[in-house]
């Protein structure tokens, strides 16, 4: 891949869960960060359609953001910095956190449809990442949680920037 154009190519192809993982395989082993657009930005729409959506995601240093759902599978390449990602279950309308893993620049992290997890990057500098959905990740009805007491509420970007809070260090 050398440009935005043919990632779209290579991500229209990969319509299964395993192929979209190894497309980012590809990616993060890649110069993905030398032409990708949205430097700068915490998040950069590259590309959206009813079946496949592409952002660009920078984190900043220190930064969580709370837990929410995709409803589609996704998946994550980590491309510079590292992101840590904290897993949730949800049983009779209770969000328990079950696991945390951390993907360093070069990783890729799959998560299937049914994933509740919150983001954070602890490090004093950023991260960037590509995040693959297979689907249109903003038609759905998606829910996030607010960080300190679990309560749901309809997902928007606004709320999900807003209770963004800062975190402890690594």
Known sequence: MRNLTDLIHAARRATTPAA???LQQDVAASDVLTWLPGAGRAEHVLHAE????LLRVEIPPRT?????DHLIPACIAVLDGRETNTFYRLADATLTPTAETHTTAGA???????????????????????????????HLSRTIWRPTTHTPAPYSDELYFSLARTTAPA
């Open 108 to 138: 890729v992290l799959p998560m299937d449809e049914h994933v509740i997890h919150s983001v954070a990057n602890r490090t004093p500098s950023p991260s960037t990442a590509l995040h693959l959905y297979l689907g249109d990740l903003f």
């Open 20 to 22: 979209l993982f190894r």
């Open 50 to 53: 009813p079946t496949l959506t």
């Open 64 to 68: 969580e953001y709370p837990p929410h």
